[in-house]
């Protein structure tokens, strides 16, 4: 699968060698995998419910290296140091940095201890399917279009078994095996500078907050509409970064409370007793015939994002695209609903549902909405009782809460 952070506005080209049960469509976007089970249900799972994408968390079992080899003509990243070993050692501080914010969330099982010491290779091209997870930086790559300023590419397994290189072996439905982050080396009016060098650069992009967001997607987020998370599609403008930067009281400091929300229902932590509360409901039109011609599956509104924002604070703590449910063994049903957990109890909060119809759109969402079904036309011999096809996001309609219970 693979995801592309735009200017001014990334996640996983999956080479699909490929359980976690998936009631609902949960937050925060995630990219998400169907299993094999045209395989034995000991290597499928038996269930063709969609499962999240995620790295493994136990101690030291993420091993990042990046790449030395630089661009220099034109120059890819500037650094405050300009001598060569003051400047590979600024940029390993910020991609350690970058790394350090993702484990700075508590109530996540994704701590410090999970991954391995940062290494350096200067293989000039480091990144591909080879089981070893790299960061790149003067590697070309048909993904960059025009615009792309860096994209993550990821292997997501859909049985277990499956290696990856000499080590990678798939020990969880959904792992990722392998991921890559890429930098644009080509573009000359493109440039990435480090914290340090930022605002003497104003014309560059910073390199750290594109990292940040790129790290996200190397753990198995997709993309977020909420302006303010981290995971949001679009790059921060050139001399800006995004939030505000890491400090000792707040170490995941760029990112968003969708993004810290997100991370705790990705990589959960069973000791956590503060962030256990989930709001769940259906969107459902209010004249069923409002709905597009479609299988009997679809029974209510896909892929509108639904919204918790806090009702003390007025900040927006979750949002996820919301239409689709599961119960084993499958396949996705889109009855639109939709669930948002991983939130703070004792905690009042006000939620509704928009369209995806603005500045982010569907198409910026799919490793989490086009790889919920598989079927007889993508898969050969697919078991058709098995099988589903994804609708079309629905983004013409207007909401109304009605009262609970």
């Known amino acids: 699968m693979k995801g592309k952070l735009k200017k001014i506005g990334t996640g996983a080209f999956a080479m699909l060698y490929a359980i976690w049960f998936a009631p609902m469509a949960q937050a925060y976007s995630f990219d998400m995998i169907v299993p094999d089970v045209r395989l034995p249900a000991s290597i499928s799972g038996g269930s063709a419910c969609p499962v999240r994408a995620h790295q493994l968390t136990a101690a030291g079992s993420i091993a990042v290296q990046w790449s030395t080899?630089?661009?220099?003509?034109?120059?890819?990243?500037?650094?405050?140091?300009?001598?060569?070993?003051?400047?590979?050692?600024?940029?390993?501080?910020?991609?350690?940095?970058?790394?350090?914010?993702?484990?700075?969330?508590?109530?996540?099982?994704?701590?410090?201890?999970?991954?391995?010491?940062?290494?350096?290779?200067?293989?000039?091209n480091a990144c591909g399917p080879d089981g070893v997870n790299s960061i790149c930086f003067d590697q070309a790559d048909m993904a960059f279009t025009p615009g792309v300023l860096a994209f993550t590419r990821i292997i997501t397994t859909d049985r277990l078994?499956?290696?990856?290189?000499?080590?990678?072996?798939?020990?969880?439905?959904?792992?990722i095996l392998d991921a890559d982050i890429y930098f644009n080396p080509s573009d000359s009016n493109t440039t990435y500078a480090t914290p340090q060098a930022l605002a003497a650069?104003?014309?560059?992009?910073?390199?750290?907050?594109?990292?940040?967001?790129?790290?996200?997607?190397?753990?198995?987020?997709?993309?977020?509409s909420v302006w303010s998370a981290?995971?949001?599609?679009?790059?921060?403008?050139?001399?800006?970064?995004?939030?505000?930067?890491?400090?000792?009281?707040?170490?995941?400091?760029?990112l968003g409370d969708d993004d810290r929300t997100g991370l705790r229902v990705l990589y959960p932590n069973p000791a956590d007793a503060v962030h256990q509360g989930l709001i769940s409901g259906r969107i459902s039109p209010a004249n069923p015939l409002a709905l597009p011609a479609s299988p009997p599956s679809v029974t209510g509104v896909f892929g509108a994002q639904v919204v918790a924002v806090d009702a003390s604070s007025g900040a927006v703590v979750g949002a996820t695209i919301g239409g689709w449910s599961c119960t084993a063994p499958g396949p996705a049903q889109f009855d639109g609903a939709y669930q948002i957990d991983g939130l703070a109890v004792g905690?009042?909060?006000?939620?509704?549902?928009?369209?995806?119809?603005?500045?982010?759109?569907s198409s910026q969402f799919d490793n989490a909405i086009a790889s919920l079904c598989r079927n007889v036309v993508t898969d050969a011999g697919w078991p058709p009782l098995l099988g589903c096809v994804v609708p079309a996001v629905q983004t013409s309609f207007t909401t109304r809460t009605r009262p609970g219970p």
């Open 69 to 124: 080899a630089l661009n220099t003509n034109p120059v890819s990243i500037v650094t405050q140091n300009q001598t060569a070993s003051g400047r590979l050692t600024e940029i390993e501080q910020v991609i350690a940095q970058s790394l350090a914010v993702w484990t700075g969330v508590s109530g996540t099982t994704l701590v410090p201890a999970t991954f391995t010491p940062l290494t350096r290779t200067a293989t000039q």
């Open 201 to 224: 650069n104003p014309k560059s992009y910073d390199f750290e907050s594109l990292l940040t967001h790129e790290l996200g997607h190397f753990l198995g987020f997709s993309h977020s």
């Open 230 to 254: 981290i995971m949001f599609p679009f790059a921060p403008a050139p001399g800006t970064f995004s939030g505000m930067r890491p400090t000792t009281q707040q170490p995941d400091g760029p």
């Open 347 to 361: 905690h009042s909060y006000t939620v509704y549902a928009e369209a995806l119809n603005g500045a982010v759109d």
């Open 161 to 175: 078994g499956v290696q990856v290189g000499s080590s990678a072996v798939a020990t969880q439905l959904g792992q």
